[in-house]
């Protein structure tokens, strides 16, 4: 199976947001879930990762504390915002929506 | 962006912006924190250390790349920016420092005049009682009778039963303005108060520093509680702010008052125009007014109220109750009611202290401003358009190296914001200079100075900030608008050529000019109707004698004489005036034409005269002593003037004015008729001519007067009628005053021309406020009106130098400019008066016979706006004909 060369523009940040919405994680952790969840198809390489985490802080989606992680190390973490919450369910709206009509579209049987 | 999600990153922003190091520094550790967790995993995997460590990295992509990108999204910093712009429009404003101070200049006049204005509406207007509660619910409540025309006093019994009966209301309660003399250790002086019901310190909501309010029932009963409460201010100047002061005996009128507390600071009773030192309860006013005992006459109006309303009660629904409540009254007692209905008046229309008399010069006031700042902000639009061009250079420099228009837009937008904040902080100052200002422009009575205070409180101050706001756009967008017209490779291309957008420009600052123009020339029209409306009204025949008449009183009641002692003191002194040298004659008369006191007035019925079912027939009258129509120089048309023989002894009669012999008498002549008055029918024994009696403005109305011996008061108006100086007559009234009593104080002594002056003073002020701020316009729209002259003049040195090596003289270089900046005025003119017919309508109630069209007026104001144009292009049109034609054609 190849690997999609680019995520779908957006698509990043609300996955980004999904993860988030199950617990706050930290950034090395969240680019693990995304290993693990998306079974390496995605991809998405750890330098795309940050700048997006930074991106949706910006934006009032996210809010990142400083705190302990379980091998008691200072490590930066990201929990949702109310705001980031709306976000998502806007994002996964529109994203069934889509995958829906596509998907649809893929299934036509040829003539 | 949202704006929710712009307030939510707000301190994230912020926090980047100043504590950039800090946040440099977690996104480090950040990224560390995950390659030491990556490096650790992939060791767990089975890698070298340095292996480990450089798979991570290469994850990773980069360290310094990954930072930069973070930083990257975290956007373009709008705070940044403005710090930017900010420091940047701050250099340039520093580098033309010429321009930067006169814009400023401009807009400080421009800001100030409006805060200032708005200060005097606030202080005055809406919320004139500082320290006094809820003012937004407080109303003042007067009385009108049908037919006349005007609000009349309350009487104490109606005020009870408003108290009682309403339900809407949370607290009425009366303040009525008195004087006193009051004599502390050596000083004596006159000092204002009120006379209050016994609840108004509890409803204000202001409570003695020291000491005590009122108790109810303190305002039940005649002279019952000589009790006062003084202000902060007396008890600070005048008793030392003496600790033990309440319980001390103070004299108030000559009756021993007990000081039962002292009001807080910054409290200066419920009166538009004079700060309050002291309040006593109503049962004191028969010491402070005359008329006796008044408490249970229903008849008698002499109060002034306030009515404050329950939270959420509209003015509306609390008239319909209080007007059910005088209808109630007037059914229940007709004889003093009948046609009377009680009305709430907000405070700016209080009609009977200084808020109702300053309220039209203040409307006006605020339209002069606001044409005052579209003037400087015109002005300071033009200079920017002048430096707009100037850094034309810049500005395509800018755009070419990628520089987006709005973010040039913002910039320009940043330093108009710089020009008028500073000139938003110069005007806050200039109307703190002006708070106590308007009390220069009116008379102080008696010695004492008027209080008339602005106030700055957040609702000015947000207002300005608002004019602020709008000056920015103003001034900021004119020269954005040019930056539409840069052609990039153009200008870059060819300098020297000078002309990039130079035709949009040079429209836009004449149109800048005639704007500027336009709203002076209607300010001139304005300041010339209202100039000539105060000189005709301080002309005008008030009906009687303006000179050789002065007009003084002598205070009996304060001095506690009794009846029979104040008829021997006022006999005895007529006398004594009578026979002094250069006095042609003297009278008494108990209230003053045109001044503050109000007439007595009474339902009248006349023989053979059937009024018409809704018209009233309540005429005010007058207490006159003989010689009173000689003295005042007021016409007899017929019959005959009060003699000494028309006592309480003698039958009762009354002089009638024309207007009221046409009315109830028609064509007959009214001499030896019958007139009731008060329930008993007097006769009428001759007939005045008209004056005026309570204001220059107002039209002929029915009056008539009593012989004071026949209805006496106590301590009434002394008129003498002579020709010599008026420091002479006090000086010898005083001296026979002394020889009859030794404790008694004269009133002010002034001529009844100074007494006219005082009547029209809200006319004295409108003028002189509106010839300033017209003065002001004038001179900003005359610099205005330079600047373009000049730049033109600079612009065409080309045009001109050709000219002149063709032949042309330095006269038709000169006229050519003048009538340039001619053309310029004529178009702005046209449309002032245009806009001018329309605007000098608000001027209406305060002008005196002159039409808002008056052709004198406008005229006027043609030739002031005609020669200031010349003045201001004569220095650009001598530069004109100093164009040296071979220099220019050289270059």
């Given amino acids: ?111 | 962006m949202t704006f929710e999600q712009w307030l939510y990153t707000l301190p994230l922003r912020l926090r980047s912006r100043f504590r950039r190091k800090q946040v440099d520094q977690e996104l480090e550790d950040e990224l560390r924190d995950h390659l030491e967790q990556q490096t650790k995993e992939n060791l767990a995997a089975g890698m070298t250390p340095e292996e480990a460590r450089y798979s991570a990295l290469l994850a990773l992509g980069g360290m310094t790349q990954i930072e930069q990108r973070c930083r990257d999204a975290r956007g373009g910093n709008v705070i940044d920016d403005l710090v930017q712009d900010l420091r940047y429009g701050f250099r340039q404003l520093w580098r033309s420092r010429g321009f930067t101070l006169l814009a400023i200049l401009c807009l400080t006049l421009g800001i100030g005049a409006n805060t200032a204005v708005f200060s005097w509406i606030e202080g005055i207007l809406f919320r004139p009682y500082p320290a006094v509660v809820h003012q937004e619910r407080l109303f003042a409540l007067a009385g009108t009778a049908r037919g006349k025309a005007g609000p009349t006093p309350l009487s104490w019994p109606d005020f009870l039963d408003l108290q009682r009966s309403c339900t809407l209301c949370d607290a009425f309660f009366v303040s009525k303005i008195t004087g006193s003399t009051l004599n502390v250790g050596e000083r004596a002086e006159i000092t204002r108060g009120s006379i209050v019901s016994a609840n108004y310190f509890d409803a204000i909501g202001v409570h003695p520093v020291l000491g005590r309010g009122f108790e109810p029932g303190e305002d039940v009963g005649s002279d019952a509680h000589p009790v006062a409460v003084i202000s902060y201010q007396l008890w600070r100047n005048r008793f030392k702010s003496d600790p033990q002061i309440v319980g001390k005996m103070q004299r108030l009128n000559n009756v021993p008052h007990t000081i039962i507390g002292v009001a807080p600071e910054g409290f200066y009773g419920t009166f538009v125009g004079w700060a309050m030192h002291f309040w006593v309860p109503a049962s004191m006013e028969e010491t402070f007014e005359s008329g006796g005992y008044k408490l249970e006459d229903r008849g008698a109006r002499w109060i002034e109220s306030y009515v404050r309303l329950k939270p959420g009660v509209t003015r509306a629904q609390a008239q319909e109750e209080i007007s059910a409540i005088a209808a109630r009254l007037e059914a229940n007692y007709p004889a003093t009611n009948r046609g009377r209905a009680i009305r709430l008046w907000p405070l700016w229309q209080t009609p009977f202290n200084n808020a109702g008399t300053l309220l039209p010069t203040l409307e006006i006031m605020l339209a002069v401003v606001a044409f005052v700042l579209l003037i400087a902000c015109a002005n300071v639009g033009n200079l920017l358009l002048v430096r707009s061009f100037a850094r034309r250079r810049e500005m395509t420099v800018r755009l070419a190296i990628g520089a987006s228009r709005r973010r040039l837009l913002k910039q320009l937008l940043t330093e108009g914001l710089i020009l008028s904040t500073l000139g938003a902080a110069g005007g806050l100052l200039v109307a703190n200079w002006c708070r106590h200002a308007l009390v220069l422009l009116l008379p102080a009575h008696s010695g004492v100075a008027m209080y008339l205070p602005g106030e700055i409180d957040w609702r000015v101050m947000s207002l300005s900030a608002g004019i602020c706001l709008i000056a920015t756009l103003i001034v900021g967008l004119v020269p954005a608008l040019q930056t539409r017209n840069l052609d990039v490779a153009g200008a870059l291309k060819a300098e020297s050529s000078g002309v990039v957008g130079a035709r949009g420009t040079a429209w836009v600052r004449s149109g800048l000019v005639v704007f500027q123009v336009c709203l002076s020339f209607v300010l001139l029209v304005g300041a010339a109707l209202l100039l000539q409306s105060l000189q005709k009204i301080r002309t005008a025949s008030p009906g009687f004698s303006t000179t050789n008449v002065v007009q003084t009183g002598v205070s009996l009641i304060s001095a506690g004489y009794d009846v029979p002692q104040a008829e021997t003191f006022q006999k005895e002194l007529m006398d004594r005036l009578r026979a002094l040298p250069g006095v042609e004659s003297a009278a008494f008369a108990r209230v003053t034409p045109l001044g503050y006191g109000s007439y007595s007035s009474t339902p009248i019925a006349v023989d053979g005269y059937q009024p018409p079912p809704e018209e009233q027939t309540t005429v005010d009258y007058n207490q006159v002593s003989p010689d009173y129509f000689a003295t005042l120089g007021i016409p007899l048309v017929s019959g005959r003037e009060f003699t000494r023989t028309d006592d309480e002894n003698a039958p009762l009669v009354a002089i009638v004015n024309q207007t009221m012999a046409a009315r109830y008498w028609r064509d007959q002549d009214p001499i030896d008729r019958r007139l009731q008055v008060k329930g008993r029918w007097v006769r009428v024994i001759g007939v005045a001519a008209d004056s005026k009696y309570e204001s220059m403005r107002e039209s002929p109305k029915p009056f008539f007067y009593v012989p004071l011996l026949q209805d006496f008061v106590r301590g009434p108006a002394l008129y003498i009628r002579s020709a010599q100086p008026l420091q002479s007559i006090s000086s010898a009234l005083l001296r026979e005053v002394d020889a009859l009593d030794g404790n008694l104080a004269l009133y002010e002594t002034i001529t009844l021309q100074e007494q006219v002056n005082r009547s029209t003073s809200p006319q004295l002020v409108a003028v002189t406020l509106v010839s300033i701020l017209g003065g002001l316009a004038l001179l900003l729209a005359a610099v205005g009106l330079y600047g373009v002259m000049s730049y033109a003049v600079a612009q065409s040195s080309r045009e001109f130098g050709l000219r002149m090596a063709l032949g042309a003289g330095t006269a038709s270089m000169f006229r050519r400019v003048i009538s340039g900046g001619l053309r310029l005025t004529a178009v702005g003119v046209l449309c002032g008066a245009t806009a001018g017919l329309a605007f000098t309508r608000l001027f209406g109630t305060l002008l005196y016979n002159v039409t808002p069209r008056d052709p004198l007026a406008f005229g006027l104001a043609l030739a002031v706006m005609t020669i200031t144009s010349v003045v201001a292009c004569l220095v650009p049109a001598w530069r004109a004909t100093r164009t040296d034609p071979a220099r220019v054609l050289r270059d």
């Fill in chain 1, 1 to 111: 199976m190849s690997k999609p060369s680019e995520l779908v523009q957006g698509t990043l940040d609300m996955l980004v947001l999904k993860i988030l919405a199950l617990e706050p994680l930290n950034g090395w952790a969240v680019s693990q879930r995304l290993k693990q969840m998306s079974s390496d198809v995605l991809g998405v390489s750890d330098g795309s990762l940050y700048p997006a985490l930074h991106k949706l802080e910006q934006r009032g989606w996210i809010t990142a504390r400083w705190k302990l992680s379980e091998n008691n190390r200072r490590s930066k973490f990201y929990s949702l915002t109310q705001l980031g919450r709306k976000q998502l369910e806007k994002q996964a709206a529109d994203w069934n929506r889509l995958s829906a009509a596509i998907s649809g579209i893929v299934k036509l049987k040829e003539a």
